[in-house]
């Protein structure tokens, strides 16, 4: 990147609406993320923003420093027994715990677990390959997402097998 171009990407100041194509990723629900306007947008993310403060980040510090710690024993064990660890899932599994403590107040505790909860962290990933295909098909050239996604709350299903099903479903589309 042009480093005399980086104010002009990186500006706070300057105001930018969302381009329609990323909002209507989100579906057509008048939310947060599927607003285009940028006013409008600071106006409904205004309830969340007390939960992205310093202040409100900050006081997660000694939690991240505490999980921190247990995975360096992780690490200490492991060399004193000659045990091989995968740091993909380590960290991956540290990342999901600080995530699920920060947003639901809870944590998998995917660090103490042998395999560092190497199934959710791969069904994860798995969901991270499906973006592209989502991002540009959801409510744009598919249409026929639309249907799929509104009709998940009347699934009596959990969600992963949601995605599971959803992965069948986005598979027989692309075949097809």
């Excluded at 990147?1 to 194509?21: A, C, G, H, Q, T």
């Excluded at 599927?34 to 997660?60: C, D, Y």
């Excluded at 969600?159 to 992965?167: D, K, M, N, R, V």
Aim: negative net charge; hydrophobic residues 40%.
């Amino acid at each position: 990147m042009d480093p005399d171009f980086f104010d002009e990407v990186y500006s706070i100041s300057k105001r930018v609406d969302k381009p329609l194509r990323a909002a209507e990723t989100f579906g057509p629900v008048p939310s947060s993320f599927g607003t285009v306007e940028h006013e409008l947008h600071r106006i409904r993310r205004a309830p969340m923003n007390q939960h992205f403060s310093k202040r409100s980040v900050s006081e997660l510090h000694p939690w991240i420093a505490s999980r921190i710690e247990k995975l360096c024993v992780r690490f200490e064990n492991a060399v004193k027994s000659g045990e091989i660890l995968n740091l993909k899932y380590a960290y991956a599994a540290l990342g999901l715990d600080v995530i699920y403590q920060y947003c639901f107040s809870r944590t998998l505790d995917s660090v103490l677990m042998p395999d560092f909860n190497m199934e959710y962290i791969d069904a994860l990933e798995e969901g991270f390959h499906m973006t592209p295909v989502v991002s540009h098909s959801i409510y744009g050239s598919f249409g026929v997402w639309e249907p799929l996604i509104t009709s998940y709350s009347s699934l009596n299903c959990t969600g992963l097998e949601f995605y599971y099903f959803h992965c069948q479903y986005v598979t027989v589309l692309l075949i097809s």
